[in-house]
Structure formats: structure tokens, C-alpha cells
């Protein structure tokens, strides 16, 4: 089985390293990893729900997860994007006006998650996850859309194609301590990879020339960037049944993107973007109070207008973006021993509030609701197989470009996720001993604190102490 589980980590591993082109909502971020978190819509800042769950918004989280886990998940993503624009043409005497969609494909975004302790009765919990997420377009030039025209508006700047693509491969080694039967507290550091291609570079100045169009030069070639940051959090056992949770994660400092570029007659540029991913406030409330259910509401603030780029006003070259606010609501139910369904629901604030500049072509974060379901399947008592389906709800923006007077602009985006996952358990129930050889398999130790709950999809039945065991 060990040497099963170690070839599926590396083939996720091989898969994360390929780059893929996504749009992430609220902004940069997908709501969720894998079908079991991203199910209940990114519910587990006071639940862990599974491996990814534990470790995606608060990292004391994997403390009260229950068991040693490998979570292998992801999503693919089929956005649907597109841009509409019109001006007036004033010799001709009409408007020009067109629609085009991004052709962004069919995109992998995968995940990892390993939890475990090194000892049944430890305090200390382990994990380490792997996520990837990011956002992009891919815009065709069109002569009859004026912000992907051959020339733009009124002939002065080449615009058209448009193309960009912001990845992020994140590593959240992580740790949480037990400090009291009711209280779990955990901290980590982050470790980003990051790359980026702008086509063309509008936070650039343009290309000038005395004869003909103005163009703005790419901004393709780049070598990956690293960065980093922490995490904190805590979860406290309110009742049995009800748990609070808060998890931070820090700015994440990045080094400064610089681009080989070159000029309208080829001699060589170098353009250059500072930028660094916003600081994260995660709250969360899980109810466990009715048999085989588990209730959560995360409340979430990204901080973009204190981020780099993200929150660099426009006129310094930035996308001018304001903090999102997000909150997700998400339940999972055990219909069986083997078999757990889920839905969530996300609403989150938009933090680009008008087009603005021709940046923000390139990173339309403006999907606000989002519905998710899901379902688990316990192939055997180990291991488990989950699948979901997401969906973003049709938003648009309308306003103006900087860059193109009187020409009105529309961004429209909607999305659909099928999410999967694979979860391997291994090693006894934390703080459980097997008994002798008898008819009874597992308990749960008499002990005045709550029992960790089990991850969604492990079914539980009363224990001879009457707390929950795996059947």
C-alpha cells in the first residue's frame, strides 16, 4: 500500500508542475481543494473535513482531522469568459461594436494533502500541502471589438490579441499542537512558485512611434519567481458539537517579475512588475449537533488593497482592486456506512469594481456566487473516492478604460468546476488503541473533551464509550 501511495504522489507531484490556466474566484483564489472541500463550497476554518480542507484556510485544522490521511484531489474548470466593447465612429456616422470570448480551455488544477502524526497520542500534527491556483485570459484579436481591434480605438494603440496567465504552486508545510483537550493551535510557513506571462503588457508605458499605431510590448519571457510567507490559527471546541476556528496567512512576499522584452524596432527591454499576494482573514463555525451531519460557515477577508499590483492604484501601473469579502455555507451528511453527499454555497464582494484599465482585461475577477455538490464513496476502510460539480454564476461589469476614451466595455464571466478526489487513510484513529484480539475493533478513549471528527465520507457508529468508531 506504501509503495501504491508513494507513485500516486508523484504522479500528482508531475501534474501540479505543469502550469494550467484557470480563473479563480473570489479574485485569485479557488474556493476550495478537491471535491470533498470544494464540495461544501471551502467550509474548514473550524471543520477539517479532509486532508486539503485541513489545510487550505487554517492550519490548527489538521489537529482535529481524526485520522492519518492522503488527500489527492483537484478541479477541472471550463470558464467562460468574454469582453464586449463599442465606440462611436463619428466619420462614419455609426458604432462599432463587438463580442469575443476567451478560448481558455478545459484546464487541470490539482491538489495535495498529507496530515499525520508520528505517535497515535501525540499532541503534534503534521501535514503538508500542495495547491495550485491562479487566473488568465485568451482573447483573439477581433476587428470588430474596438479592445481587440487591430489598431484599438481610434487607431492609435495595437491591442488585440490579449493573453495573460498568473500561476501560483503554493507548498504549506504545517504543524498544530494540541494545548488542551478543547484548544488546537497550528502555524506553518509558506513557500510559493509563481509565474506569469502578460500579452501585451499594459502595465507597461507603450511603444511609441512617430509614423503609425503605438503597441505595448510583452511581457512572455520570465523565469519562475519565489516567495513566501506564514500561517496561524486555532481551533476551540466550543461545546461537543460545536467548534470555532480563525486561520491568517500573511502577506506572501514575491520577488519582483522581470520580463526580456523589446521594442517596436527590436532593441531589447526589460519590464518589471512588482507584485505580492494579499493577506488572508479566514473565521469558521462547525456544528456537529445531529447524527451523521455536519453543518459550517466560514467568513473569509482578502486583503488586495494592500497587495501589490492587485491593489496598486491605476495610475501607478496596477489593477486598483479593493479587499473581497467572502462568505460559504456547506453541510455534509453520512447516507450510509459507505456513502456522504454535500452541497455549499459561496458569496463573496467584488474587488474589481469597473474596468478601469486595460489590466484588469487581464484578470476579470468578478464571479460573486458560487453553488457546489458533491458526493464520497468508501471503497474500502482506507480508501475513498470523491466527485463534485461547481458553478460560478454568470456576473458582469461595465465602465471604461483609461487607455480608451469613449469606448464602452463589458466583461462577462461565468464558470463550471468537476471536481475529484482520492482519499487514503492509513494508521488507527488518533488517540484510539486497538483492542486485543475480540469482536470489538475500535474505541474512542474516556476522556472529558470532544472526540475529533471524522472527515466527511468516514462513516461512524457508536463506540462502546459511546463515542464514534469505525466500523
Request: with cysteine; proline share 9%.
Amino acid at each position: 500500500m506504501l509503495k501504491w501511495c508513494c507513485r500516486l504522489v508523484m504522479a500528482v507531484l508531475v501534474t501540479v508542475a505543469v502550469p494550467s490556466l484557470t480563473q479563480a474566484q473570489p479574485g485569485f483564489y479557488l474556493p476550495g481543494a478537491g471535491a470533498i472541500h470544494a464540495g461544501m463550497a471551502g467550509v474548514s476554518t473550524a471543520t477539517p473535513v479532509d486532508a486539503l480542507g485541513a489545510l487550505y484556510w487554517n492550519p490548527a485544522a489538521i489537529g482535529r482531522l481524526g485520522r492519518n490521511e492522503a488527500s489527492i484531489g483537484g478541479s477541472l474548470i471550463y470558464p467562460e469568459l468574454s469582453v464586449t466593447s463599442s465606440r462611436p465612429r463619428p466619420l462614419v456616422g455609426d458604432v462599432l461594436s463587438g463580442r469575443t470570448r476567451s478560448d481558455n480551455g478545459f484546464p487541470l488544477v490539482p491538489s495535495l494533502g498529507v496530515v499525520s502524526k508520528l505517535d497515535d497520542d501525540s499532541p503534534l500534527t503534521f501535514g503538508l500541502g500542495m495547491l495550485a491556483f491562479g487566473s488568465g485570459v485568451n482573447y483573439p484579436g477581433d476587428p470588430n471589438n474596438p479592445v481587440l481591434a487591430p489598431t484599438g480605438p481610434f487607431g492609435q494603440v495595437v491591442l488585440g490579441p490579449v493573453f495573460s496567465n498568473m500561476q501560483v504552486i503554493q507548498l504549506n508545510p504545517t504543524v498544530s499542537y494540541q494545548l488542551t483537550d478543547r484548544l488546537v493551535v497550528g502555524a506553518g510557513p509558506t513557500v510559493d512558485i509563481t509565474t506569469a506571462s502578460f500579452d501585451p503588457a499594459f502595465f507597461a508605458q507603450p511603444n511609441r512611434v512617430i509614423l503609425g499605431p503605438n503597441s505595448f510590448p510583452s511581457a512572455t519571457n520570465a523565469r519562475p519567481y519565489w516567495g513566501g510567507g506564514f500561517r496561524v490559527g486555532a481551533v476551540y471546541s466550543l461545546t461537543d458539537t460545536l467548534d470555532l476556528g480563525f486561520g491568517y496567512t500573511s502577506p506572501q512576499w514575491l520577488e519582483t517579475w522581470r520580463f526580456n522584452a523589446r521594442d517596436n524596432f527590436g532593441n531589447p527591454q526589460t519590464l518589471s512588475l512588482k507584485a505580492s499576494l494579499p493577506a488572508i482573514y479566514s473565521w469558521g463555525v462547525a456544528w456537529r449537533g445531529i447524527e451523521r451531519l455536519t453543518l459550517g460557515v466560514d467568513m473569509r477577508y482578502i486583503d488586495y488593497k494592500n497587495a501589490q499590483m492587485f491593489g496598486t492604484p491605476t495610475d501607478l501601473g496596477g489593477l486598483g482592486w479593493e479587499g473581497s469579502f467572502a462568505v460559504a455555507v456547506g453541510g455534509n451528511y453520512q447516507v450510509t456506512d459507505r456513502f456522504a453527499v454535500r452541497a455549499g454555497y459561496q458569496y463573496n464582494t467584488n474587488p474589481l469594481q469597473n474596468t478601469r484599465v486595460l489590466f484588469n482585461l487581464q484578470s476579470p475577477a468578478i464571479i460573486q456566487h458560487v453553488v457546489t455538490v458533491g458526493t464520497t464513496m468508501n471503497l474500502t476502510e482506507n480508501l475513498s473516492t470523491s466527485l463534485g460539480y461547481g458553478y460560478g454564476f454568470h456576473n458582469s461589469i461595465v465602465g471604461q478604460f483609461a487607455q480608451a476614451p469613449n469606448t464602452r466595455v463589458q466583461l462577462d464571466a461565468a464558470g463550471h468546476q468537476l471536481l475529484f478526489g482520492l482519499q487514503i487513510k492509513f494508521g488507527k484513529p488518533w488517540g484510539r488503541k486497538a483492542c486485543p484480539p475480540c469482536d470489538v475493533s475500535l474505541t474512542a478513549p474516556a476522556t472529558a473533551g470532544p472526540v475529533p471528527s471524522p472527515s466527511p465520507g468516514m462513516a461512524t457508529v457508536a463506540g462502546p464509550l459511546g463515542g464514534p468508531t469505525t466500523p
